[in-house]
Each structure stands twice: as C-alpha cells, then as structure tokens.
C-alpha cells in the first residue's frame, strides 16, 4: 500500500521550508521532497553568503508579474515584518543597507538553520536525491512516485523555483507540473542579470572592468531605477543594469543619465568661467572616472577641446549625450548567472489569497516558479515567504 501523508511539498527551497513549517504548525503531515543533497541552496549563497532575507519597504510595485494585484493579498497575510520577527526570535542578528534592504550580519546559513529549526516536528519529513518520476490525480488528492515509492497525499505543493543557476539545482520541472495540469504559462526569460553587449561596444568598454559608477538607467517602457553602473569583462552590470534587465525587452535600447544629480551645461559652462583653457577631457574627468570619458573620446563619441571653444549649442549637446547616454544591449547573460526567472506559471491560474490552482483542487505553487519576480532588494524571498505561508495555512 502507498504511504500516506497529508501533504507532498517539492521542493525544500525558501518557499517550500516556509510551506513546510506552516503547514507541519497546523498538524498537517508533510513531507518536503527534493532532487539536491540539503535544502536551501540558493539561500546560502545569496546576498554574497549573507541573504537580503527581505526589505523594510514592500509593496505590489517591487514585483512583476502580469496581474500587478495579484501578490497583495499574500503580503499582506504575511508582510516583512512577519518575516522579520521569526529572524528576531531566532535570534538572529541583521543589517540594513541601502534602500532598506536586510541581511544577515553572520552568515545566510543562519536562515537555512533558522527554517529547518521551524519545520523540525515529527509530522514533518523531509527527503533528498529524490526524483518524483509520476505525479497522478486521484479521487483523494494525489499519488506520486518518489524513486521508486508510492506515496499518496491529499495537497500537492509546487514549490521547485525558477530556471536561474542550473548548477543549484534549477529545473523545469514545475511547468512540466503545471502543463500536466493544463495550467498556462507565461513565457520565461532571465531577470536581474547582467547584459552583454554588442562586439564595438565590449571592445571599447571591457578595458574599463571594474569601473563602477552611479546612474540612473531607464528602459524604453519609462522604468527607471538610480543604482551603480558596472563594467565587467563581458558587458554591463551593477545594481542598475540588474534591475532594468527585468524590465527590458531583446531590441530595446537603455537610456543612461551619467550624472542624475546634475545638469552637465551648467557645470562645464562654470568651470569655461573659471578655466577657459581646461580640456574637455580633464574637465569631464572631474565628474566621471577618467578611463570612460577617454574611451569615449577614443570611440570618437566625444571630442575633446578647451572648454572655452565649446559654444552653447555645443554644452547643449554634451548634455543631452551624458545625460541620455544610449546603450542598446546585446542581450543577457541568461540563466546561468541570473538571479530570478521571469514568467512562469500564469498567475490568473491560482487563488491569490492560498495559491491553489482554480481548477485543480489540493495543488499549490509557491515561489518563483510561478510569474511574480521581485527586484533586486530582498523582494524575491519575501515572495517565498510570503507565498510559502499562505499555501501552507491552505493546504
Ligand atoms: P528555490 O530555487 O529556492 O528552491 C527550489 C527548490 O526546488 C530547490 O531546492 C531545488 O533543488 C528544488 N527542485 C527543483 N527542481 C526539482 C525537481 N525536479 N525535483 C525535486 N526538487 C526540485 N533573492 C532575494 O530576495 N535576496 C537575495 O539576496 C537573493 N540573492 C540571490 C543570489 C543568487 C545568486 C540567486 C541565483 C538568487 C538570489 N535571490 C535572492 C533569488 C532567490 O534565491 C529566489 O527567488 C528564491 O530562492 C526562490 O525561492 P523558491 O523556494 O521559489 O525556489
């Protein structure tokens, strides 16, 4: 006979731990599932090995997704200050770092242990290097083959992420879930990574790697994020360039505001004032890292004068170039090095107040696997936890 349990959860990553331990509160059995070695693999390594666990300031706008109301109701059942008080009880110490976002002060494995902590009950089992090789519908709920054992469940929670960094373990699984179903999808790409960029382009900019500076950058669809500019040996990266990629489409240009705190005409017609016969060159190199205004110079973007030969129309010009710089990307790095999935399971498919699928009772998706990614700044686990929660009071 099959083993029986009250709820399968795949996926023993923030979302699935999350639905696990609310879940497992209830008195529901549950049995978490996944194809790695240990839980949380991507809570380890994020945030540089310290996790951006959440951010002070949550709202519907920090995330994409297709329906934009659809992620209210699970914030608001479970906000960041939910989640922020759980790291308090454990005890563990936090920081906050620009625009409200917080990390742990020790080590991100400080939340892996503080989630394996909450689900550790006896009606919570867990399993690794387990292939779910079936999943069938029954009159009850579900049945599934794990290796090679039968176990039935009344709920199925999906909680296998997204498609960035197969080397954690991604997979597609959950749309294979979610197509079985007849549950639609919406079309994925990479969110937040960095882009590449065309052969001119990478040759003139990859010597400047390393090279950060602070901008405001805006997609064609009047998205606009300030953050820093990053240079890297394959293209553009930085905080900026992460945000925006989630809001850019192939073809699209990026437009640029080199120096978003100032108005360019009115500080070199200044420093004409005061040092008619500076450079072009030296004068800019006050503003912005010397190398980038010599590349440009050297790509014949800008040409360099004394300043007092520059005339208004001329400042003008300049102005409008630092102050729109257009970049037309390649494209991205993908998944490889992406931090979200963008897409996936179409949200009009769920209850947005228990993530259930509308047609097909007792199965849940949590976390990314479904089309909500949040911005860089600690949005995506809040997605999870958030997520994570309201199934696992459902399920
Ligand atoms: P998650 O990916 O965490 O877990 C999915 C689980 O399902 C994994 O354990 C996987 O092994 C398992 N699985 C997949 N396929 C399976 C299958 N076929 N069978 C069984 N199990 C399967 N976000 C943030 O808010 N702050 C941050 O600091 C960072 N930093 C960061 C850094 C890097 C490098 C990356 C790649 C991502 C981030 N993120 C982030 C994003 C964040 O990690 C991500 O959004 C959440 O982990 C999503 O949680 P889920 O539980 O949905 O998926």
Redesign the pocket.
Known sequence: MAKQVDVVI?????????CAAQAGKRGRSVLV????KK?????L????G??????YDVTANNFVCQNPHFVKSALSQYSQWEFIGMVAEHGITYEERDHG?L?CLDS?KDIVAMLLKECDMPNIMQQYQ???AEIEKTSTGFRLLLNTEWVECQSLVV????L??PK???????Y?IAEQFGLKRVTTCAG?VPFTLHKEDKAAFEPLSGIAIPVRAETEDGTSFSENLLFTHRGLSGPVVLQVSSYWQPGQKVTIDLLPSESLPEVLDAMRDKHPNQSLKTALSRLLPKRFVEALIERGDIKDKPLKQFNPKELAALGDYFHQWPIAPNGTEGYR?????LGGVDTDELSSKTMEAKQVSGLYF????MDV??W?????????WS??YVAGMNC
């Open positions: 795949i996926g023993a990553g923030a979302a699935g731990l999350m599932v996944d194809h790695g839980p949380g693999r991507k809570i390594i994020s945030g540089g310290k996790c951006n666990f959440t951010n976002q990390f991100a387990v292939e779910v909680a296998t992420g997204g960035s960094m954690l373990g991604a997979t597609p699984f959950g294979q937040l090095t992406a931090e979200v999935t949590v976390g990314e696997v990614s949040g860089l700044g600690g949005y995506n686990f809040q997605w999870a997520s994570g």
